[in-house]
């Protein structure tokens, strides 16, 4: 590898090489603290060579210490315990690992920890009213758009990102909107059903 290629840096400001030098360092844990604090442990995990990320996740500061491996699907399931996010393809092509990242659906298992740094993420917990389901979960079930039920929280994440950026779709839009998550079970028809009673909800339709 030459000295260009060792100089290019992500956007995450990490080079190749300390990319490849921490590939074998272990996974060390996640800490909910506010903004500027920092645990000792975390101290250590930077005197390491390890990256201390700062995140916003469902409404709650959370500092991670990690690998630069790592992916937001990784950190959200096995440190911050949010399960709710599920692994499927690990390509970037189902759709089963969808958060939103500053409201926008995003691939959790295509985006490593590290770019998430700074930003605001919602899993399909955080769409909850309290101990009530989300006008898009409460949709979901209403129409009963799932099967299996594997894809559904990627399905809602999908739909609560549609629905933020257009608040009354048209069924095209609804189609090109859910278009990157996939079904097994093919309840298409009542998935796209579903995202139009959640527009209606979201509204202030009559539940």
Not at 47 to 72: C, F, S
Not at 130 to 138: M, N, P, S
């Amino acid at each position: 590898m030459g000295k260009d290629s060792d100089q290019t840096r992500s956007q995450s400001g990490i080079s190749r090489r300390n990319f490849i030098g921490t590939l074998g360092a272990g996974a060390l844990g996640a800490a909910v603290a506010g903004p500027g604090t920092a645990t000792t442990q975390e101290a250590q995990s930077a005197a390491d060579g390890h990256l201390v990320v700062a995140l916003r996740v469902n409404g709650r500061q959370v500092r991670a210490a990690i690998e630069p491996r790592h992916t937001l699907l990784e950190v959200l399931r096995d440190q911050l315990e949010l399960t709710g996010t599920k692994p499927g393809c690990a390509r970037g092509e189902c759709g089963a690992c969808s958060v939103l990242m500053d409201g926008v659906p995003r691939y959790s298992c295509m985006t490593l920890a590290a770019e998430a740094d700074g930003h605001e993420i919602t899993t399909v917990e955080g769409v909850m009213q309290g101990e009530e389901l989300g006008h898009v979960q409460q949709a979901f079930v209403e129409h009963d758009a799932f099967q299996c039920g594997y894809c559904t929280p990627g399905q809602v994440m999908a739909a609560e990102g549609l629905l933020r950026r257009s608040p009354n779709p048209s069924i095209e839009e609804i189609q090109e909107g859910m278009s990157g998550n996939l079904c097994r079970c093919g309840a298409y028809a009542h998935i796209f059903k579903a995202v139009s009673r959640a527009a209606e909800l979201k509204r202030g339709g009559e539940v």
